[in-house]
């Protein structure tokens, strides 16, 4: 830097550079212009803004009114572990309860990359035109641990994510019952309340997750593509006995015969399996969530699908079961928790452990002195 002190030119009120030309005037236009004195009031950065907390009530009326804002944060309650919130959960799920029940729960599965995000905004944008509202709910395996897909997901349903018709909602995976099973179960009660009449649940079918969206759906769609034995992946998974309606996505373009011909062949398979709904024979046809073709065909097969649930009472019995069975699954989960939380089995299970794994005692014994530990039976084994 120089050392020459800024000079004041002739007929210039300001200081300028020493590298100003002397003789320039006023026609060379740079000056020192005087700094902002930091008030430390200019330019601080408010504190963010504390959301308001809101009580049960505001929630339930939120959510009536399909509220996009209060839906989204009555999710995220009902969602939460903590005990605080799991209380304003129960009452508020208490209260929408007589507005739920109503809705197509779709469940909606395929392995990554068949197209699953695609075909849901091309599915449900054509579900929102003929007048539905529709909720979207996707469990996103990677969403614990990464943050998750869910920015990719955000970009493949441009146009549903910004539909008011329709809400996208990530659901966290992880957690007890199977990771999706409470959180997910609650968060279509909600969606149910705040009026949305189809809600899908999209999982990647690469775990266990189908099995639990399965039961708390009343249909279940799985999206396949052509090749790559993938019809014969599907079967050793199990999930083509879970569907009601298979799906092979992609049929466009050059990919149009594989496609035809996996369909053939996926009739063939299904000839073979029992369908996963009684009454219903699992249907199977292509689509192009790219083109569009095909789409609208799933949506009029479900709609046999449903009409056929409706005569036959399957869809019903199939609600009442799926009721009792989350009963059970809520108590065995509750009954577990509180026994491996005991301090006096925490104390115990260790060294129980390595006597079963080391063979100095039977699975049974040690199974019985756990027990024993935690008060449920009297009967302990002496090892
Ligand atoms: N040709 C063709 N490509 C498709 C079709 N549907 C999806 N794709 C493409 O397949 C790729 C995967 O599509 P996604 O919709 O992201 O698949 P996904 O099942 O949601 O994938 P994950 O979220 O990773 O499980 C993308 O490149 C899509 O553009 C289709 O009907 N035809
Ligand atoms: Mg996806």
Redesign the pocket.
Known sequence: MSEKPLQLHDGCPQPRPDWVPDDCGPTFTTWVMQGVRPSGAVNAVPPPRRRATLSTEDYVKGVLACDPGVLGRAITLVESNAPAHRRQAQELLAALLPHTGRARRIGLT?I????????IEAFGLHLVGQGHKLAVLAIDPSSAVTGG?IL??KV?MELLGRDPRAFIRPSPSGGSLGGVTRKTREAILVCEAAGYDVVIVET?GVGQNEVAVRAMVDAFVV?SIAGAGDEMQGIKKGVIEMADLMVI?????E?IPRCTAALAEMRRVLHYLRPATEGWKTTVQT?????GAGVADVWTSLQAYFATGEQTGATGRRRRDQAVAWMHALIEERLRSDFYGAEAVKAMRGEIEQAVAAGRIAPLAGALNLLAAGGVTHERVLA
């Open positions: 395929g990554p990359g068949a197209g699953k995000s695609t075909f897909s990719g997901d493949r990647v999206l996505n992609k049929a466009d373009g990919n689509a192009s969530a790219r083109t």
